[in-house]
T-cell receptor, first 112, second 114 residues
Framework: KQEVTQIPAALSVPEGENLVLNCSFT??????LQWFRQDPGKGLTSLLL?????REQTSGRLNASLDKSSGRSTLYIAASQPGDSATYLC???????????FGTGTRLKVLA | EPEVTQTPSHQVTQMGQEVILRCVPI?????FYWYRQILGQKVEFLVS????????KSEIFDDQFSVERPDGSNFTLKIRSTKLEDSAMYFC????????????FGSGTRLTVV
């Protein structure tokens, strides 16, 4: 059974810190991995999409990496800001299906 | 930037009633999806829809659920006889192709069954 795990479940950091969020997946037939941001009571905003053939993707202060062999992805946030406070979700897409399997999320709080 | 639009944003219904959740996917997208998120839990896949038929569904998507694309723009999720445990945030998503290009999600409909 596919499982996606995110560690830590919650994280609180002072403004300006660089931080890393972790995502682990069990299915080696990964097709791609998508990182999302979710604000309380709101929808899912796509941040980065990494294809299985890629090792990393960057957008502004965000950098996501993918290591298929170890079943891990990381989301690096540089120079964190209070506006980055949200829940960050990773989701694995696998070959032969139309669905994403989501992790439980990391709830991030950046303190001013 | 194109958006996936969901209506209503919040719906309260009595147990046993039928509800229809509505979504307008991005106009040139071909694949459509419904997910749900029970409060405090993971986002869970319900169903995918392509070429006017269901392409994949989860164990959650039982006979009380159905999806439809009644016209060229709307995509609906119907729950025939709601139960308390159907209370959740329901998200619609669409994509140009399958998961290879990623999804765009709507902002969700919060369904509360009382």
């Amino acid at each position: 059974k596919q499982e996606v795990t995110q560690i830590p479940a919650a994280l609180s950091v002072p403004e300006g810190e660089n931080l890393v969020l972790n995502c682990s997946f069990t299915d080696s037939a990964i097709y791609n991995l998508q990182w999302f941001r979710q604000d309380p009571g709101k929808g899912l905003t796509s941040l980065l999409l990494i294809q299985s053939s890629q090792r990393e993707q960057t957008s502004g202060r965000l950098n996501a990496s993918l290591d298929k062999s170890s079943g891990r992805s990381t989301l690096y946030i540089a120079a964190s800001q209070p506006g980055d406070s949200a829940t960050y979700l990773c989701a694995e897409g696998t070959s032969g299906t139309y669905k994403y399997i989501f992790g439980t999320g990391t709830r991030l709080k950046v303190l001013a | 930037e194109p958006e996936v639009t969901q209506t209503p944003s919040h719906q309260v219904t009595q147990m046993g009633q039928e509800v229809i959740l509505r979504c307008v996917p991005i106009s040139n997208h071909l694949y459509f999806y419904w997910y749900r998120q029970i409060l405090g839990q993971k986002v869970e896949f319900l169903v995918s829809f392509y070429n006017n038929e269901i392409s994949e569904k989860s164990e959650i998507f039982d006979d009380q659920f159905s999806v439809e694309r009644p016209d060229g723009s709307n995509f609906t999720l119907k729950i025939r006889s709601t139960k308390l445990e159907d209370s959740a945030m329901y998200f619609c998503a669409s994509s140009e192709a399958d998961t290879s290009v990623g999804y765009t999600f709507g902002s969700g409909t919060r369904l509360t069954v009382v």
